[in-house]
C-alpha cells in the first residue's frame, strides 16, 4: 500500500522560498509510469495544482505559479520535493502530494503559513 | 474563478438521488477525462471516480459518474449520512498543460 507524507516547516516567512518533500513509502517512486502532483488549498477555499513530475524529472506548472515553482524528483531517497519562491501571504495554505494521473493517493497534508 | 464551474452546494435526504454538475470547456473535459475527489472536514481529498466512470477499489456503488459533451456529473443513488462532505472534479486542460479543479461542491445531508 503506498503511502505518501509531506515534509517542511510550517513557517515561512514573506519573500523567502517555501521548500517542501513528499516521501513515498510503501513503493518505489521509480516503479510505473507515474507522475507526481503538488496540490494546494487554502483554508476554506478549494484545490489548487501547483504542478507535477514524472519520473524521468519532465515537469508541467500550473501556469499562474510557473514563475515561481519549481517540482525535482530524488530516486534515491524515494522523494520529490517543491520549491516555491518570492511568497507572499497568499500562499499560505494546506500543501498535498499525489499520485499518478488520476491523483489516487494522496499525503495527508501540511499545513504552511506565511508570515514574519 | 475555478476553470470548471460546480454549484457551491448541494442537499438531500436519505436514500434520494444526488447528482453533481460541473461545467468545463473542449479544452479539459470536453477533451480529457473527468475525475471526482471527496473531501471529508479535516481530511485529504480522496478520489472517487476516475476517467469519467470508473470507481477505485473500495468506493461504493452508489457512487457513478458521466459526461456529456463539455460537463461531467458525479451521481449518488442512495444518499447516507456519512456521505456529507465537498465535491471536487477536476480534468486535465490540454490549453493550459495542467489540471484544473473546479471550485468544490459542500453536499449537505438533510
Known amino acids: 500500500q503506498v503511502q505518501l507524507q509531506e515534509s517542511g516547516p510550517g513557517l515561512v516567512n514573506p519573500s523567502q522560498t517555501l521548500s517542501l518533500t513528499c516521501t513515498i513509502s510503501?513503493?518505489?517512486?521509480?516503479?510505473?509510469?507515474?507522475?507526481w502532483s503538488w496540490i494546494r488549498q487554502p483554508a476554506g477555499k478549494g484545490l489548487e495544482w501547483i504542478g507535477r513530475?514524472?519520473?524521468?524529472?519532465?515537469?508541467n506548472y500550473n501556469p499562474s505559479l510557473k514563475s515561481r515553482v519549481t517540482i525535482s524528483v530524488d530516486t534515491s531517497k524515494n522523494q520529490f520535493s517543491l520549491r516555491l519562491s518570492s511568497v507572499t501571504a497568499a500562499d499560505t495554505a494546506v500543501y498535498y502530494c499525489?499520485?499518478?494521473?488520476?491523483?489516487?493517493?494522496w499525503g495527508q497534508g501540511t499545513t504552511v503559513t506565511v508570515s514574519s | 474563478q475555478s476553470v470548471l464551474t460546480q454549484p457551491p452546494s448541494a442537499s438531500g435526504t436519505p436514500g434520494q438521488r444526488v447528482t453533481i454538475p460541473c461545467s468545463g470547456s473542449?479544452?479539459?473535459?470536453?477533451?480529457?477525462?473527468a475525475h471526482w475527489y471527496q473531501q471529508l472536514p479535516g481530511t485529504a481529498p480522496k478520489l472517487l471516480i476516475y476517467r469519467t466512470n470508473q470507481r477505485p477499489s473500495g468506493v461504493p456503488d452508489r457512487f457513478s459518474g458521466s459526461k456529456s459533451g463539455a460537463s461531467a456529473s458525479l451521481t449518488i443513488s442512495g444518499v447516507r449520512s456519512e456521505d456529507g462532505a465537498d465535491y471536487y472534479c477536476a480534468a486535465w486542460d490540454d490549453s493550459l498543460s495542467g489540471w484544473v479543479f473546479g471550485g468544490g461542491t459542500k453536499l449537505t445531508v438533510l
Open positions: 473542449s479544452s479539459n473535459i470536453g477533451n480529457n477525462h
Open positions: 510503501g513503493g518505489s517512486i521509480s516503479n510505473g509510469n507515474y507522475h
Open positions: 513530475i514524472y519520473t524521468s524529472g519532465s515537469t
Open positions: 499525489a499520485r499518478g494521473l488520476s491523483m489516487d493517493v
